[in-house]
């Protein structure tokens, strides 16, 4: 059973750098899965960040990519986040999930199968 | 980018009634729709992938059916375990969710 797990720091200041680190147990990130980060502000929707191959391909929402970095340690088996610039609105859970592709109808469909238990961050002063 | 819409976005409804969610894409995403269902404090479990194909083990009275723009999840008895919110994400271009459909007690 694949196990994903968020850490870092749970309160940033505006103008700084948001890091967290999603550590994955029972399987290996060099599994022909992308991994991904979700984000949810409080009491609003689902919201993707972005995702990461093994190989070091990555994937970004286009209206966070100029301040979003992810990448993968595969000797330590998990991956990160950093934000940049964040301000009040960046305030959320954010989650780390697996991307699996599940094959239907002669096609591939891609899903986030596994989540982290996710992990809030507060961006205040 | 692709814009997932969800309607309604919160509705009341009574143990054994039939809900029915409706989720439109601003551009036609074929079948790669999924269902989520998210409850208080925990993270989203994945229900329905194709638009129509339910994961193991996922009740049966949950149903997926749509292509192109328009799609619907439909819970053919609500139980009460099924009071939750529902978000539907597209696949087809990286990913987007809708904005959610919360499902209360009446």
């Known amino acids: 059973q694949v196990q994903l797990q968020e850490s870092g720091p749970g309160l940033v200041k505006p103008s700084g750098t948001l890091s967290l680190t999603c550590a994955v147990s029972g399987g290996s990130i060099s599994s022909s899965n992308w991994w991904s980060w979700v984000r949810q502000p409080p009491g609003k929707g689902l919201e993707w960040i972005g995702e990461i191959y093994h190989s070091g391909s990555t994937n970004y929402n286009p209206s966070l990519k100029s301040r979003v970095t992810i990448s993968v340690d595969k000797s330590k088996n998990q991956f990160s986040l950093k934000l940049s610039s964040v301000t009040a609105a960046d305030t959320a859970v954010y989650y780390c999930?697996?991307?699996?592709?599940?094959?239907?109808?002669?096609?591939?469909?891609?899903?986030?199968?596994?989540w982290g238990q996710g992990t809030l961050v507060t961006v205040s002063s | 980018d692709i814009q997932m819409t969800q309607s309604p976005s919160s509705l009341s409804a009574s143990v054994g009634d039939r809900v029915t969610i409706t989720c439109r894409a601003s551009?036609?995403?074929?079948?790669?729709l999924n269902w989520y269902q998210q409850k208080p404090g925990k993270a989203p479990k994945f229900l329905i992938y194709?638009?129509?194909s339910l994961q193991s083990g996922v009740p049966s009275r949950f149903s997926g059916s749509g292509s192109g723009t328009d799609f619907t999840l439909t819970i053919s008895s609500l139980q009460p375990e099924d009071f939750a919110t529902y978000y539907c994400?597209?696949?087809?271009?990286?990913?987007?969710f809708g904005g959610g459909t919360k499902v209360e007690i009446k």
């Open positions: 994400q597209q696949s087809y271009s990286t990913c987007t």
């Open positions: 999930a697996r991307v699996n592709s599940l094959y239907g109808s002669g096609s591939y469909y891609r899903i986030f199968d596994y």
């Open positions: 194709a638009a129509s």
């Open positions: 551009q036609s995403i074929s079948s790669y």
